[in-house]
């Protein structure tokens, strides 16, 4: 059973870490201080309040309503990440957010886990942001918004500067997303990290396709956008750092595509269901001879980005776990290593990353947790 709560303090109840760590990473946790910093960080729960605005939900704190961060505590360049197994992993690499302090570590009561530290001296935050398009779309509209902008009609007339004033996360922002796919053809295979790069095309099912009016118009069941892109200099930075700890081996680039679903729009096929989708994959390529990975996120966050005002800058590498053409699936320990190797590659890209970062006094809310 979980501890109770030690302390109250600004609507957060403030509870031990002694979360359950995997064996393997146990011995790394010792020897080095960040993970000694994760150890010892506590992990805030806000309590539930009511919420003030049903446009974009926040609570009087301003909080907004899955992630449950505010302004101060998420830094402007954020790894996502699909599991808190994950995130716990890669924040044994982060130090403290400031001298004799731990980890900044939050989670709502949605299961967002956010993890603000330090890389090679940069403010960093890992998120969990679990599977999906909509999950992808929480964190980053929830981390980019600006509580001062609820109102349509200042909203019309504002420009990315009054976007990103008052925000969860002040200025530019550089998001990487480090996820797990299916490797389609060459050059991804079992075990490689795959940069999206130019981008990524994302797959629907069409609902409409399996209706009797549909069937008789020849509706198609599922259909492929243009290609989103991707940033140009963060993916490089993300394939130099992966080169560095894999070597060139074990990493390469290519169009992603990012489905709606796990099994109807990735094309797995299951008794129970009229997916048609039996041809889907060679559909895809047939479209997209160039893609070679397909998993669920990574269209999202760079369809966001390419929304964001010129406010985002983002780009995602994922570790082929299945290779879909030989059925094949990769070893968990050998997902681990690439997890560990991988999500270093993706730190130290988003800390060599120049943003216009700076952060000022908003409403007397302070400055942000990494402020020493």
Not at 28 to 41: K, L
Not at 181 to 208: E, K, M, T, Y
Not at 285 to 306: G, I, N, Q, S
Request: charged share 25%; with cysteine.
């Amino acid at each position: 059973m979980p501890e109770e709560p030690r302390e109250q303090k600004a609507g957060l109840a403030v509870e031990d870490t002694r979360r359950p760590r995997p064996a393997a990473c146990s011995a790394v946790a010792e020897q080095d201080a960040a993970g000694r910093a994760a150890s010892r960080s506590t992990v805030l729960r806000p309590q539930k309040s009511n919420i003030s605005d049903a446009n974009f939900p926040v609570d009087a704190e301003g909080r907004t309503y899955h992630l449950g961060t505010k302004r101060g505590e998420v830094a402007n360049r954020i790894l996502s990440v699909g599991s808190e197994k994950r995130a716990l992993m890669l924040a044994e690499y982060l130090e403290p957010v400031a001298p004799g302090r731990g980890l900044f570590m939050l989670e709502s009561s949605r299961g967002f886990l956010t993890i603000t530290g330090r890389y090679t001296g940069a403010p960093v935050s890992i998120i969990v942001t679990h599977m999906g398009m909509a999950n992808a779309d929480f964190v980053v509209r929830e981390n980019r918004h600006a509580a001062a902008l609820h109102a349509a009609s200042s909203c019309a007339d504002a420009d990315a500067d009054d976007y990103s004033r008052g925000a969860v996360v002040e200025g530019e922002m550089a998001i990487v997303r480090l996820g797990t796919c299916g490797a389609l053809q060459p050059p991804a295979h079992l075990g490689s990290f795959v940069v999206a790069d130019p981008g990524a095309i994302l797959i629907r099912r069409n609902p409409d396709a399996f209706t009797p009016e549909g069937e008789e118009g020849g509706l198609v069941p599922y259909t492929f956008s243009r290609p989103i892109p991707s940033d140009p200099a963060l993916s490089l930075a993300l394939e130099q750092e992966a080169v560095r700890l894999l070597g060139p081996e074990g990493v390469c680039r290519g169009l992603n595509a990012t489905a709606d679903s796990f099994y109807s729009s990735q094309g797995r096929r299951t008794g129970w269901f009229e997916d048609r989708n039996e041809t889907l994959l060679a559909d895809l390529l047939c479209c997209y001879p160039e893609a070679v990975t397909l998993e669920m996120e990574t269209a999202m966050l760079l369809d966001l980005a390419r929304c964001s005002r010129g406010s985002i800058r983002a780009a995602a590498g994922v570790i082929a776990l299945a290779d879909r053409a030989s059925n094949h699936f990769l070893a968990a320990e050998r997902t681990e290593q690439l997890e560990r190797a991988t999500g270093q590659a993706c730190l130290a890209a988003l800390a060599r990353t120049p943003l216009d970062d700076d952060w000022g006094p908003h409403n007397g809310s302070g400055p942000p947790v990494w402020a020493s």
